[in-house]
């Protein structure tokens, strides 16, 4: 089991652009989740999904949109990157409420 | 929403000696309780959990403790190793309250001194 992948792992953009983050996970969890991570502020949730074709807000969903059009796969959209948007992304996939298994992370810098 | 809180940064320990990292809730819902590990570079990795019906839960080397009434959360590694050096995160979430994620403290850097 490759547990729970994202990709890409760096990623540099210009204010405005747009790109797509992606999270795969071959555990067959129901639920999946994108935080982000700041010095000094531990890991925020941006959006949420209970299964496929469902996702919902978290703490910190401005500036992001998510998919979740098959079971295995989160997506996390950026349409217009902002230099507030500079973090580290971690997708996580659990069994319901319980034990999050969290990928390797996606360091973005958005200038 | 809530936060959940840890009471120290930083916490240096010699290599061998037992280190015990603090974490404080306010949400009285809080029912689950996880403890995650997270070297540099990498995803949190679970420690240890414990839900709200047990005080106290062992793993190997480590100890997680529950005090509901103060709403107090701590984790206890006995015999620290220079690979238990990073960042520990307490989390926990309502898990009745449905699947909107855990809510996070903002870690303690453990530091083993050879």
């Known amino acids: 089991n490759a547990g729970v992948t994202q990709t890409p792992k760096f990623r540099v953009l210009k204010t405005g652009q747009s790109m797509t983050l992606l999270c795969a996970q071959d555990?067959?969890?129901?639920?999946m989740y994108w935080y982000r991570q700041d010095p000094g502020m531990g890991l925020r949730l941006i959006h949420y999904s209970v299964g496929e074709g469902t996702t919902a807000k978290g703490e910190v969903p401005d500036g992001y949109n998510v998919s979740r059009l098959k079971k295995q796969n989160f997506l996390l959209g950026l349409e217009s990157a902002a230099p507030s948007q500079t973090s580290v992304y971690f997708c996580?996939?659990?069994?319901?409420?319980?034990?999050?298994?969290f990928g390797p992370g996606t360091r973005l810098t958005v200038t | 929403g809530e936060s959940v809180g840890l009471h120290l940064p930083t916490l240096s320990v010699q290599e061998g000696d037992n280190s015990i990292i603090n974490c404080a809730y306010s949400n009285s819902a809080s029912d689950y309780f996880i403890w995650y590990k997270q070297e540099s570079g990498k995803g949190p990795q679970f420690i240890i959990d414990?839900?709200?019906?047990?005080d106290k839960r062992q793993g190997q080397r480590v100890t997680v403790l529950l005090n509901k009434t103060v709403k107090h959360l701590s984790l206890q590694i006995a015999a620290t190793q220079p690979g238990d050096s990073a960042v520990y995160f307490c989390?926990?979430?309502?898990?009745?309250?449905?699947?909107?994620?855990?809510?996070f403290g903002k870690g303690t850097h453990l530091i083993i001194q050879p």
């Open positions: 996580a996939s659990s069994y319901g409420s319980s034990e999050q298994y």
């Open positions: 414990i839900r709200s019906n047990m």
């Open positions: 989390a926990e979430t309502d898990s009745g309250g449905g699947a909107d994620g855990l809510t």
């Open positions: 555990m067959n969890h129901e639920y």
